[in-house]
């Protein structure tokens, strides 16, 4: 959950194996219940608006929107058609997939930007920080 979410107070009736199942997750990820429900609850109504969109943790540990079937974040895709100018059918060849797998990541962007512009933001950071290790073992090694 971002920091500007506001947070209402809500009851639901969950049974016994999925509060269990949901007390294991929680306890793995060192979350609370409720930081575990709400997260989960936020990616299970994503998908459902997106069917071809599923969440998975990336090199950040971050849990991102990805697309089924492929190894793409939809901030790769987006990204991605950025730099070919907006062009689908560009973008589905540069990376390989269908041109559905590139309008599924644009619908998700569309529903979602200020998420996805996140992820584009939390990437470029990482790439930068991976450089600069890489360019200090560089200096490193003479």
Do not use: K
Request: glycine share 8%.
């Amino acid at each position: 959950m971002r920091s500007d979410d506001a947070t209402t107070q809500r009851s639901f009736r969950l049974s016994s194996r999925t509060l269990e199942l949901l007390e294991q997750r929680a306890a793995a990820r060192d979350l609370s219940r409720n930081a575990m429900a709400d997260l989960l609850l936020g990616e299970a109504v994503r998908t459902e608006n997106h069917p071809l969109v599923r969440f998975r943790a990336g090199a950040s540990g971050r849990r991102r929107p990805a697309l089924v079937g492929t190894r793409l974040y939809v901030h790769d895709v987006i990204s991605t058609l950025r730099g070919e100018h907006g062009s689908v059918a560009a973008t589905a060849e540069y990376l390989g997939v269908g041109e559905p797998v590139v309008r599924a990541a644009l619908a998700y962007y569309a529903d979602l930007p200020g998420e996805v512009e996140q992820d584009i933001e939390a990437a470029a950071a990482l790439a930068r920080e991976e450089r600069a290790r890489w360019d200090r073992q560089q200096q490193a090694l003479g």
